[in-house]
């Protein structure tokens, strides 16, 4: 069974600092992995994704994610945080070759102080 | 492009009333999925489909039910509503079924009383 775990309920960053979300996965076998935030009382946006190749994944709003198979995780990661990146991020992962069920992460609040 | 709509946004149900969310889509996914949002808990797939005419459970989906009559609707209906259907319900589509991203509607918020 797939499963993702985000271990922290919330993260306090000042502006202009770095940021990390952390985020680990469990999977038979490979996994394919996304992030997505949420907004106030809004759906769920994606923001990037890793399916294959680099480990190194660059999405909207300057996000990227870092993949590490031994470690089996899947950060999130800005190098330098705004007010406005202020949300609910959401881990997610599926198995390749294993059906259409996405598996969420239980979220991690994201609270960036001027 | 509306993307991913839903209605209701809310509703407030009694215990044992029935209801149909709805969700429509317009660009052309074959995949759609209902999630159900708790707090603290992440997204629960109640079902979905990959194409007209297939739905299949998912983790969450009893006390639910769905149909998928054309590409565009996937409507999600509640039978006998329960204080534990208490929830917000999110509709997505994706183009695919494994490596594409999701698109999610603005949710439905729904209180059982």
């Known amino acids: 069974a797939q499963s993702v775990a985000q271990p922290e309920d919330q993260v306090n960053v000042a502006e202009g600092n770095p940021l990390t979300v952390k985020c680990t996965y469990s999977?038979?076998?490979?996994?394919?992995l996304f992030w997505y935030v949420q907004y106030p009382n809004r759906g769920l946006q994606f923001l990037l994704k890793y399916i294959t190749g680099d480990n190194l994944v660059k999405g909207s709003y300057g996000f990227e994610a870092e993949f590490n198979k031994s470690q089996t995780s899947f950060h999130l990661k800005k190098p330098s945080a705004l007010v406005s990146d202020s949300a609910l991020y959401f881990c997610a992962v599926r198995e390749a070759n294993a059906g259409n069920m996405l598996t969420f992460g239980g979220g991690t609040r994201l609270m960036v102080k001027p | 492009n509306a993307g991913v709509t839903q209605t209701p946004k809310f509703r407030i149900l009694k215990i044992g009333q029935s209801m149909t969310l709805q969700c429509t889509q317009d660009m052309n996914h074959n995949y759609m999925y209902w999630y159900r949002q708790d707090p603290g808990m992440g997204l629960k797939l109640i079902y979905y489909?990959?194409?007209?005419?297939?739905?299949d459970k998912g983790e969450v989906p009893n006390g639910y039910n769905v149909s998928r009559s054309t590409t565009e609707d996937f409507p999600l209906r509640l039978e006998l509503a329960a204080p534990s259907q208490t929830s917000v319900y999110f509709c997505?589509?994706?183009?695919?079924?494994?490596?594409?991203?999701?698109?999610f509607g603005e949710g439905s918020r729904l209180t059982v009383l």
């Open positions: 489909s990959v194409g007209a005419g297939i739905t």
């Open positions: 997505a589509s994706s183009y695919s079924g494994v490596s594409g991203e999701l698109f």
């Open positions: 999977v038979s076998g490979n996994p394919y």
